[in-house]
């Protein structure tokens, strides 16, 4: 039991400037860029442009330019200091006060801010990692080189109020001596990027609410360039839904709240932007999506309420929910997830629907879904493995909907024919040969191995058979006469239509 009367005094214990070298050790470049694009939101800002600038390849300076509200000094003060809470709006997407100095320090040792509000002087404020994690010290900067910067922002933003972060001495970035690596690791983490925002903010950008645009230049030429603007990504962006139950709303009673979980499943089979983000399959976004004034915080997941596992990567869930963050759902300073607390858990194993539809239905009907669609899939006869000439994600596409047949593999190929033909067929050397007269018909920008993926595609599926057995019979030649007759008349129209 607490005693109310052994209080001798009450001290103030300021935190150790130390704690500043572990601040953003968890951020990746992604979620800290993303950060501060919820710190331009907060400043009203519509239009954010980030800037990857480079020396030979190499990142050397990361900068977030908005056109949003800015900071006067004062306010500039605060944004520097650490763990810093300010008032936050009911649709602020701020939380912690550490989120500009957590995102700056994960990946850089200089953090420069250039803001400019209505009616007040520019300012600018740098802290360097060094000495902010001995004494926390901030560089005042002079007006006039805010100023500067202010019109710099003007050029790409169109606004002269707004905020400029900067990042140099950028670390975590490709070092070596190898130009290709360096080029590889900067396309990749653009892509990563790109898709970590479009997911992310998909729902302000498609609202037209926000412009996110990615710029990567060279440091001493990007002043003007424009970036490329970033497309929403939506992770329910699916025609139909894969079950005609859902969506689904369940209710989670915890405590004396009552949270709706929008349970969603994919169609089979999908493989579209949305459901995979990025690179990356629809199986690793199966989960929750928990959002807060609609920005997403965690994109899949089951956070230790189900086991991932292949049959459930048609099930997604949306949270938004803004009365459970905080009493039953933690989120963590980088925003890059969330833990569910045990009350929670309970309440979502505890959940349905109106119809009576439990957590654990709508993951069994999820999975009844994919497993169906595979098991069509599996009765599909095996073919002929294409080869040379077909592009190698359309390989790999025809590869996940139809099993090969050990052995030999058919190659589409180009060359001269007479006018009129548009195809021919090399039964012994597995080959299916396409008139090059026509190829600038499908390919206009001129020939590669790869060329005219759907072309290519569609002859495979038409004439694959022809190659699968020992040799041509009866039937084979009358199709292949057949396709010769009609794409060959069909070749030479599209060529006449085309006056070519």
């Excluded at 803001?115 to 004494?135: E, H, L, M, N």
């Excluded at 050990?406 to 009129?420: F, I, L, N």
């Excluded at 080959?431 to 007269?437: S, Y």
Aim: aromatic share 8%; with cysteine; charged share 25%.
């Amino acid at each position: 039991m607490t005693k109310t009367n052994d209080v001798v005094e009450r001290i103030k214990l300021a935190p150790d400037a130390g704690l500043v070298k572990s601040l953003g050790a968890n951020h990746t470049l992604e979620s800290a860029i993303a950060d501060l694009v919820d710190n331009s939101i907060d400043a009203g800002a519509t239009r954010v442009s980030i800037r990857l600038l480079t020396n030979n390849d190499r990142l050397t300076q990361v900068e977030v330019l908005d056109n949003g509200n800015g900071m006067d000094a004062t306010s500039a003060n605060a944004a520097m200091t650490i763990g810093h809470q300010r008032a936050y709006a009911e649709g602020d997407l701020g939380h912690f006060g550490m989120g500009l100095k957590a995102a700056s320090f994960g990946h850089s040792d200089v953090l420069t801010v250039w803001s400019t509000s209505y009616g007040a002087t520019p300012v600018g404020r740098r802290i360097r990692r060094t000495d902010f994690s001995k004494d926390f010290t901030c560089e005042v900067l002079s007006a006039d080189a805010a100023q500067e910067r202010a019109a710099e922002r003007q050029v790409v933003t169109g606004s002269e109020e707004g905020t400029s972060i900067v990042w140099t001495d950028v670390r975590n970035a490709y070092r070596g001596r190898n130009p290709d690596e360096a080029r590889s690791w900067l396309s990749t983490r653009n892509e990563a990027l790109r898709s970590h925002l479009g997911v992310t903010f998909h729902r302000l950008i498609a609202a037209k609410r926000l412009r996110i645009d990615v710029l990567i230049d060279e440091v001493d030429e990007a002043l003007a360039s424009p970036g490329i603007p970033i497309l929403p990504i939506d992770p329910f962006g699916y025609a139909k839904s894969g079950h005609p139950e859902y969506p689904k709303d369940l209710i989670a009673k915890a405590v004396d709240t009552r949270v709706t979980l929008r349970c969603h499943v994919w169609p089979a089979k999908s493989d579209v932007t949305g459901f995979r983000i990025g690179t990356k399959s629809g199986e690793q976004f199966q989960g929750f999506y928990i959002y807060r004034n609609d920005r997403l915080l965690q994109i899949g997941g089951w956070s230790d309420t189900a086991t991932p596992t292949a049959a459930r990567q048609l099930a997604r869930v949306v949270l938004e929910d803004t009365g459970a963050i905080g009493p039953f759902v933690t989120m963590n300073p980088e925003k890059s997830g969330l833990k569910f607390e045990p009350v929670f858990h309970d309440a979502i194993n505890k959940a349905e629907a109106s119809d009576g539809t439990t957590f654990l239905t709508f993951l069994q009907d999820a999975e009844s879904i994919y497993t169906d669609a595979n098991k069509r899939r599996r009765e599909r006869k095996p073919v002929i493995r294409p080869d040379k000439g077909i592009a190698p994600a359309v390989r790999k596409r025809i590869g996940s909907e139809l099993p090969f047949i050990d052995g030999d593999a058919v190659s589409v190929k180009w060359r001269r024919m007479p006018a009129g033909e548009f195809l021919d067929v090399d039964h012994p050397d597995k080959t299916l040969w396409l008139n090059t007269r026509y190829r600038g018909l499908f390919a206009p920008d001129g020939g590669s191995l790869n060329d005219a993926p759907v072309l290519k595609a569609l002859m495979f599926l038409l004439t694959h058979h022809v190659f699968e057995g020992q040799h041509l019979g009866s039937r084979d030649k009358d199709e292949i006469a057949l396709w010769k007759s009609v794409l060959g008349a069909a070749a030479a129209a599209e060529e006449h239509m085309r006056g070519e």
